[in-house]
């Protein structure tokens, strides 16, 4: 089984960046492909991006606008999140996941979890 683990979360002010990573343990990282999800207090959980094992292909959610960046380092077993322009609405928390089995990276199929990083946003 895959573990995930995030860092890099924390508190923020408005218009502030923050870069989450996501460390995978094993050696068959560069077969998953990754994904970020947010879950905010009340809501259902979110989907912010995915990309393709070795890196090559991204997909965003529409909600983003440019201001979130997914990539990753196979050679380091590690995805990341690029969070710039921020807003108190993007506070929640973000989780990161992984799949062996997606051939869509807009699909949810997803195997593997984190067990989620707190990001706040103060306005």
């Known amino acids: 089984q895959v573990q995930l683990i995030e860092s890099g979360g924390g508190l923020v002010q408005r218009g502030g960046s923050l870069r989450l990573s996501c460390a995978a343990s094993?050696?068959?990282?560069?077969?998953?492909?990754a994904g970020w999800f947010r879950q905010a207090p009340g809501s259902e959980r979110e989907f912010i991006a995915s990309i393709s094992r070795g890196g090559g292909s991204t997909y965003y959610a529409d909600f983003v606008k440019g201001r979130f960046s997914i990539f990753r380092d196979n050679r380091e077993n590690t995805v990341y999140l690029q969070l710039n322009s921020l807003e108190p609405s993007d506070s929640a928390t973000y989780y990161c996941?992984?799949?062996?089995?997606?051939?869509?990276?807009?699909?949810?199929?997803?195997?593997?979890w984190g067990q989620g990083i707190q990001v706040t946003v103060s306005s």
């Open positions: 094993g050696r068959t990282f560069r077969d998953l492909v």
């Open positions: 996941a992984a799949s062996g089995r997606l051939r869509n990276l807009a699909g949810e199929e997803y195997d593997y």
